[in-house]
């Protein structure tokens, strides 16, 4: 969808360049793909963020002011999202940065702005709907959640107040949302595992312009 841009485990718009990212209405869950804490140490560099998403190199005359992040700034909280829930497949932190990277115009948005869809956000363009399971999830944030009383618009403000929520909703998404079949084929790293996540868990239609991100990350990962 265009836009504004391991062992265990969006319905809105599917819009050409910043906007939606929107799951298939379907997604077969199972208990053991609630991710468990770990001790793994993960390394994302900004040097690969920046081979995958070159305009994340700077954030000089951002075209919306206060959502633009670099590469050196994206780098460490994605890598730490990957220890959080435990994506320790390079095929799959492949695909989940190439994600991210066409949903937020290489980390230059965080909200919907085409069309701009009230609550949807964060760095892979999560619907409102589950934006609101990503916070539910978030112990951290049970206190201010009840106050945004189901406000997406506030629900959202709540996720992006923290660049590791911001950034870890690419990896919460596949680590809780993803089938176990679909993250299995994934995992083998092939073409056909990539578009099988992409049409039949993120919900949206692997075209040439997604593909050429999840090349360019699975060649900088060496996958």
């Given amino acids: 969808m265009r836009s504004p841009l391991l062992y265990n485990a969006f319905l809105v718009l599917s819009l050409s360049a910043l906007g939606s990212a929107a799951p298939a209405a379907s997604t077969r869950l199972h208990p053991d793909l609630v991710p468990r804490k770990i001790n793994i140490n993960i390394n994302i560099t900004p040097e690969q963020i920046a081979a995958i998403a070159p305009k994340s190199t700077s954030c000089a005359n951002p075209p919306a002011p206060g959502e633009c992040a670099t590469a050196a700034q994206a780098a460490p909280h994605i890598a730490r999202s990957f220890e959080t829930y435990q994506v320790t497949s390079a095929a799959e932190q492949a695909a989940v940065i190439a994600l991210m990277a066409f949903e937020s115009g290489e980390f230059a948005y965080n909200r919907n702005h ?110």
């Fill in 114 to 223: 085409f069309p701009g869809v009230p609550g949807q956000g964060t760095r892979n363009m999560q619907s409102p709907a589950f934006n609101a399971k990503y916070a539910a999830a978030l112990p951290e944030l049970a206190e201010p959640l009840a106050q945004a009383a189901g406000d997406p618009a506030r629900v959202l403000d709540l996720l992006l107040a923290n660049e590791e929520y911001d950034f870890g909703s690419g990896a919460w998404f596949l680590a809780t949302q993803c089938a176990r079949d679909v993250r299995a084929e994934l995992q083998a790293g092939s073409e056909a595992g990539w578009q099988r996540y992409i049409t039949g868990c993120v919900g949206t239609e692997a075209n040439a312009e997604r593909r050429a991100y999840w090349a360019r990350a699975v060649q900088v990962l060496g996958v």
